[in-house]
Every structure is written in C-alpha cells, then in structure tokens.
C-alpha cells in the first residue's frame, strides 16, 4: 500500500510515518518545515533538538533498513500538491526517486495547528486561513481531476462543535422540521479562527465529497499527549518535535514541563473547561484503522478522537499528584484566562466509532504520566520558563 502523509514532519505527522513504514506501506511524506521555522520566528523553544526530515529518514533508513520518501515543498502551492498525484514530484530525499504511482491514502495533517498562533494578529490569522484552506482544497481539486478513488483521512478537531449545551454526536445530526427529516453536519461554533479553519476545512471536503465521490475521513481530534511512539523508541532521534511552550505546546505537555521546573501549572480561568484527550498512540492506531476500512465512495465520514474527558482542573491535579510521588512539589495556579472560552460548561461527546472498527485506547493513567515526565526531566536543562506564558490573548 502506498500512502501519502501532508505534514509529516509535524507533532502527529513523523511518528504517523514510521508507524506505518514499520507496518510495511510505501510512505512518502511531505513538509515545508512551517512548524520549525514558526517556532524560530516566534522564539518559543522546544524540549529537544530534532533532526530534519531528511536526517530523520536517513537515520529511520540506517537504523530499520525501511524507506520513507521525503519531499520538502509548500502544499498551499497546487502544483506542488499536484505533482504528487501526476508523477512529476521532485523527492528531496529518497532511495529510489521513481514515483509510487498515485496514493491509496492521503493523510492529511498539513495545518497550521495552533488556536493561539491563529490569533496573534492579523498577520498570523491570515497564515492560518491561507494556508489551511488552500492546501485542503488543493488536495481536493488534486484527488478531483488525478484520483477520485484515493481515500483522505483528514485531522479535524473537536473545537469544530465548541462547547454545545446538547450531546455531541459524530460529526452528523438528524433534524425533524414541519413533520419532515433530514441529516445535516452538526451545526459547527468554533472557539479560534484556527479552529474556524477546521470547519471551512469540513464544508470544502464536503462540497467535494457530493461533487466528485471523493471518499474522506474527517478525524475530530481533541488535545494530543506525549512524546514516545514505539518506533521512535529505538533512537531518541527519532522522538517527534515536542513543544511546551504557549503557542503550540497541549494542555498536558505543558503542565508536565511546568511541573518539572518548578512552573506554577498554568490553569486558565476557573478550569472547568472539558475537552476531550488521547495519547499520541492512539493518534496512529486511529489513523491505521481508518485506513484499513476505507470511508465509501461519496461518503464523509466522521469520528470523534478522544478517549477520554477532562477538565482542565482535573488535569492539574492529576499531574500535581504525580509529580508529587517523583519528588515534585507542584503547584497550581488559576491565571487570567488569554482566551475567550467557556471555564463551565455541559460536554457530552459520543466517541465509539474508532473503537467499533478497533482501536485500542491508552488511558492518562498516573504511569503514563510518570513515563512522561521521565523523558521531560532528561531534557530539564533545555526548559526555558519564559515561553511558558506569554498571553496572547483573544
Ligand atoms: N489550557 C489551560 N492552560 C494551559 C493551556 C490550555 O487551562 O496552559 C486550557 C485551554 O484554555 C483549553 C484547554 O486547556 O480550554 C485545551 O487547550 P490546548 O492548548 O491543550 O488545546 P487547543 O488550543 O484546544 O488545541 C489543541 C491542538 C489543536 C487541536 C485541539 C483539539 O493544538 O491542534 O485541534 O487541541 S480541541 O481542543 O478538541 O479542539
């Protein structure tokens, strides 16, 4: 099989390659490094160094003797997203630089992926719709006129239905209206514009999906933890980028990093604010399931990706209560909240879908935890607390 991963030098996008190159897939990746180069210009750190995606797939090479093709390029350009369904892709590394052939999957991750990053001016708002919008629906005109068989599995997020006083259902609603029934996409109210980028991302697959039969699954994933994979356990060169800072460090690598240098944890406002989380291998297995099981021709179909809820509160004193039996005398803080949220609110999202085609979830239990802070404190010396918070607010 041969699938195609957008973004594949990001958070999700380097342990999702491995994960599938060790499965045995033909995996190609593709990246403009928008994430490093964002984090350089912002100055926010991160936990450890990582190598290029070049450097990585050599060393993935080295050390498996598997091939994962690298082509570094800009997917807002259409020719460059085109060039990977036509056969004129320039790979910047592989072993053998003939094309594959056209993908039977797509993962597509490639988006700026931050809510705060999205609202730290105008200039940054409009990084975010640029290229968020115009690469998925480069993708879509791609798989259009090249593809239409080619089955997407799209990260979309949570924050797409924000924080509804009604359950959350997967992605569709049935409405009854003056004695007649219809199903509609769950009305959407995001809490960011980059979150806004998410739902235009739905409406673009969606035109798509009724126009051509284009067959996509949209992933409503909720905050990601952790830094290990298995496959990234063999070298720590291979760990993925892990930030901790406040512009695209996740609610629980933050508090993990916080905790270990002393850092009061960084609730924001009350801290009743629920959403739900999953372990970064879960990410993986979510996204091999849904390509062992294809959505249908002229389906969207959508699934919820958490595992589990919590609030933020719940969170804090989870990683206090841990941090406390590895020495830790952690704290908490109640800041000012930067963002403009509900701090208490009803959340009841349904998430059985992925389970039903057989992911196994990994619980936030105090070992996993444990395992994290243990890979965060190797790396102490680099934590820089002035990243922490910055307040950007909305
Ligand atoms: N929060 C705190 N303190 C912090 C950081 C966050 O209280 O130091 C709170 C936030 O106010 C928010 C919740 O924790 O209510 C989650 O925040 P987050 O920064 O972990 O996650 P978020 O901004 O929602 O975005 C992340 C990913 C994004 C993904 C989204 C899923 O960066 O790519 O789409 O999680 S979801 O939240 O379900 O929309």
Redesign the pocket.
Known sequence: MNILILGGDGYLGWPTAMYFSNRGYDVTVVDNYFRRNACTELDVGMLYPVPTLVERAKIWHELTGKEIKVVIGDLSDPEVMRSLFSGTVEYSWALDRKFLGIPETVIHYAEQ????YSLINYKYANITLTNNLLVTNNLMFALRDFSRDTHVIH?G????YGTPNIDIPEGWIQIQRNGRKDTFLFPRQA??L??TT?IMDTDLMWFAVRMWDLRITDL?????YGMETKDSMIDDRLRTIFNYD?V?????N??TVQAIVDYP?????K?G?T??YLNLNDTLQCAHMAEKTPAQKGELRIFNQ?METFS?NQ?AEKVQRVGKAQGYDVKIDHIE?P?K?AEEHYYNPTYQGLIDIGVEPHYLTDEVLAGMFQVAETYKSNIRKDVI?KGITW
């Open positions: 992926p931050s809510a705060p990260i997020t949570m924050g797409e809490g960011s980059y979150h998410k409503m994933q909720g905050p990601v406040e695209f460090g996740t609610i629980i933050r508090f944890l960084t609730v924001y406002g801290g604010q959403r739900g958490i933020a969170l909240n963002r949220e918070f």
